[in-house]
């Protein structure tokens, strides 16, 4: 099978060949410009036209852009606006400030008629199947995938799973329900699963078995959560049946789990595996990684993590999240006698679940190592000058550490080759502990089969289901202790991954935790006297106070999903405009 660095150059074949402008999915040529015959018979034509779901649009990543974006912010600061991270910039969805679009608004079906169209026709392959059924099953896969991002942005949508050209009826067909479209989805990636390797294809570059069954767990856990939370809202599913999802969610994870193929990476040392976990060069033979994307500044594909960790620039984690780690014993800071309080940034990271001060720095962390192994630390290089000008400004005052390297070759402004982790059997297991929570089945072994793998990693104590301390501090007090446990295990072990914003939406806590709610940062205390941020009555950097004197105006009745453009609206009587638009 080609390398994955190939795929660049196919790409533009492929462009060649299927002329297909981006815009709206009604405008669409048909994608019938290869004779059948001639292109689909050959298994090599099968991968050419599978490459183009790669790279560069990189429905992997569900990102419209080309390979020049900057990924740091897209994955390990995707969760701007959420009570985990945010930037200078006040988020417009957070705030309500969206506004139904006249065209575009990521309302695009594009991609499924292209997966559509290969379903169609890749049995004219002369070749036997198994040369090709890999890339059949990469299809069912990214159509699952667009498909399941369609239903985060919009709720219902239509689903089509054959082309359609400018006059087919199916066109002006209604919206879907979510539930249907999820059923597909999930249906599409058993098929997946059937097809795809179970080994790490193409050096764990390219799509396999486990990384089918975690989407559909992702997937699966995202409906399930859905359905029951928004039981009595304007979002709700018709005919609603979380537990399905749930008990969908325990099958998919178990299979990977019971596979043996799969477990936390480590390397016996609690005080830096969990940062070091985010950059390595490598992750074709690690044992946690089921995905990665490699990065190739040769080829316009770049990552710019590092030297966007090296001069924060107007962004960073906030109080909320710096708050959820537990302390060194197990305890909440709320009622753990090993907190030292929000004094000083090394206060805070004192007797902490070690992941605190690997996911945000400390002065003593390491700021740059170069080539000698001479190490430079940010107490010395970065904090003296902290709010001293706009390349250090730090709305919240806690800086990113996750995902940044300090090895000082790795600081290239033009963009790097550091590679990024796609799926991972930790979200894997705590999809799985979540799911049994929600069932109300969860036993201890569950926990040690799950969450205890994950806090072994880092040193902390596992949870004890028949003794979970009480914590006044919970987000969600009216649910059960050992769900508030697993979301905050969850929040921790996954930060800056790009999950919080979904966890928020499927959990319907918006109205808990982003409406009218301004995002908090340090204890200002004698750290930094000259810095510009205002200050709340405790003393804690309040960055918004004048832009959100009443928090985040988030439309709980609205905002939960977004609207459809008004172009799809006039040319589809049948299309309804969700609730609050």
Request: proline residues 6%; charged residues 25%; aromatic residues 14%.
């Amino acid at each position: 099978m080609k390398n994955i660095k190939s795929i660049f150059t196919l790409f533009t074949l492929i462009l060649t060949l299927f002329a297909c402008e981006k815009g709206e999915f009604l405008d669409r040529p048909p994608l019938d410009q290869v004779p059948e015959e001639s292109f689909f018979e050959k298994s090599s034509n099968l991968e050419l036209y599978v490459n183009q779901f790669y790279t560069p649009n990189d429905m992997l990543l569900d990102y419209g852009g080309n390979g020049g974006l900057n990924y740091s912010l897209l994955l390990f600061s995707s969760e701007a606006g959420t009570d985990n991270f945010i930037t200078e910039s006040i988020d417009t969805r957070m705030n309500g400030q969206n506004v139904v679009p006249s065209t575009g608004g990521r309302w695009d079906f594009t991609w499924i008629r292209r997966a559509n169209y290969f379903l169609e026709n890749y049995d004219l392959c002369t070749d036997p199947f198994d040369d090709y059924k890999q890339y059949v099953g990469e299809v069912y896969f990214f159509r699952a995938l667009i498909y399941f991002n369609l239903v985060k942005r919009f709720g219902d949508v239509p689903w089509y799973d054959k082309v359609l050209d400018v006059d087919s009826e199916e066109l002006f067909n209604s919206r879907t329900p979510r539930n249907e479209v999820i059923d597909n989805i999930i249906a599409d990636l058993d098929t997946a699963a059937l097809y795809l390797t179970t080994e790490k294809n193409d050096n764990g570059l390219r799509l396999n078995k486990w990384t089918a069954l975690a989407l559909q767990s992702r997937v699966a856990l995202y409906e399930g959560t859905w359905e029951k939370y928004h039981a009595n809202d304007p979002f709700k599913a018709s005919n609603p049946d979380p537990d399905k999802y749930f008990n969908k969610v325990v099958e998919s994870c178990s299979i990977i789990m019971d596979s043996g193929r799969f477990d936390i990476s480590s390397t016996s040392n609690p005080q830096t595996d969990y940062h070091d976990l985010f950059n390595l060069p490598d992750y074709s033979s690690n044992k946690e990684v089921l995905l990665w994307k490699k990065f190739d500044k040769s080829l316009g594909i770049k990552n710019y993590r590092s030297i966007v960790g090296a001069f924060p620039t107007g962004q960073g984690v906030v109080k909320s999240l710096a708050d959820a780690f537990l302390s060194a014993d197990g305890n909440p800071i709320s009622i753990s006698p090993l907190f030292q309080g929000h004094d000083s940034y090394a206060d805070e990271a004192e007797n902490r679940d070690p992941r605190y001060y690997q996911t945000i720095i400390t002065p003593n962390a390491p700021y740059e190592i170069d080539k000698l192994d001479t190490i430079s630390y940010w107490k010395d290089m970065i904090f003296p000058n902290l709010f001293s000008s706009a390349s250090y400004a730090v709305p919240a005052g806690y800086i990113q550490r996750k995902g940044y390297n300090a090895q000082i070759s790795t600081h290239d402004k033009a963009g790097n080759n550091e590679p990024i982790i796609l799926f991972r059997y930790a979200e894997v297991l705590l999809n799985y502990i979540e799911a049994k929570a929600e069932l109300g089945d969860i036993t201890q072994l569950d926990i040690d089969n799950s969450i205890k793998l994950i806090r072994d990693r880092i040193g902390m104590p596992n949870i004890d289901l028949g003794n979970i301390p009480i914590d006044p501090d919970w987000q969600f007090p009216e649910l059960s202790p050992i769900i508030n446990e697993i979301r905050r295990e969850r929040r921790v072990e996954l930060s800056l991954e790009g999950f919080r914003l979904d966890d928020i939406l499927r959990w319907a806590v918006a109205d808990k935790l982003i409406a009218g709610i301004r995002p908090k940062g340090i204890f200002f205390g004698e750290q930094f006297p000259d810095n510009p941020y205002p200050d709340d009555s405790e003393g804690f950097m309040d960055p918004y106070q004048s832009a959100l004197p009443n928090g985040y105006n988030f439309k709980i009745d609205r905002d939960y999903l977004l609207p459809l453009p008004q172009d799809q609206l006039t040319l589809n009587p049948q299309l309804e405009q969700n609730p609050g638009w």
